[in-house]
């Protein structure tokens, strides 16, 4: 389980966000798998990592999102009653696949796009985010089979534990 803080960078002034995790595997690949992506609108823009060696945990410092996804959904319609209009839906839409298409030609499969791990940065745009149970892939190797993410959001093939790849995202 990660922690999330808003804060300020010295040297710049700009608001970032500091994600801390324990120090486990998992913590250490997304930190690789961050610092591998290539600077894309549509990927949360990873500024750095490092090591709290007191605590044992692993901090990753990355642009600032202003709300998730999921809240919007809930917050501007759910609540509201209303509908997404289809130009905004398609909009979005397009932002994801682009954002999954360049992670998905280094090789990195999220493994847990939802709602909650998009996010909508202070220019409005929507970036992918958390890569907290992502694995890259040998190019060689198409398929895994390891079985993870966020239940309401698996594909058939995840729940069914077959092999999958980067069309399970």
Not at 65 to 75: N, S, V
Not at 114 to 143: E, I, Q, Y
Not at 162 to 169: A, M, N
Request: proline share 4%.
């Amino acid at each position: 389980c990660a922690k999330v803080y808003a804060v300020i960078e010295k040297s710049s002034g700009d608001l970032l966000i500091l994600k801390e995790r324990k120090s486990t595997y998992d913590a250490l690949t997304e930190a690789k798998l961050l610092k591998s992506l290539r600077d894309h609108p549509c990927i949360v823009l990873f500024k750095d990592a490092f090591y709290i060696a007191q605590s044992q945990t692993i901090c990753l410092l990355m642009e600032r999102a202003k709300i998730d996804l999921e809240k919007t959904l809930e917050t501007q319609y759910v609540c509201r009653h209303r509908q997404v209009p289809i130009a905004l839906a398609c909009s979005w839409i397009a932002q994801i696949a682009l954002g999954l298409e360049n992670v998905h030609d280094l090789h990195i499969l999220h493994r847990d796009v939802k709602p909650a791990n998009l996010f909508f940065l202070p220019d409005n745009r929507l970036v992918l985010g958390d890569f907290g149970v992502s694995k890259r892939v040998m190019p060689s190797t198409d398929c895994t089979k390891t079985f993870l993410g966020t239940p309401f959001y698996l594909s058939p093939e995840i729940m069914l534990r077959h092999e999958y790849d980067e069309k399970s995202d």
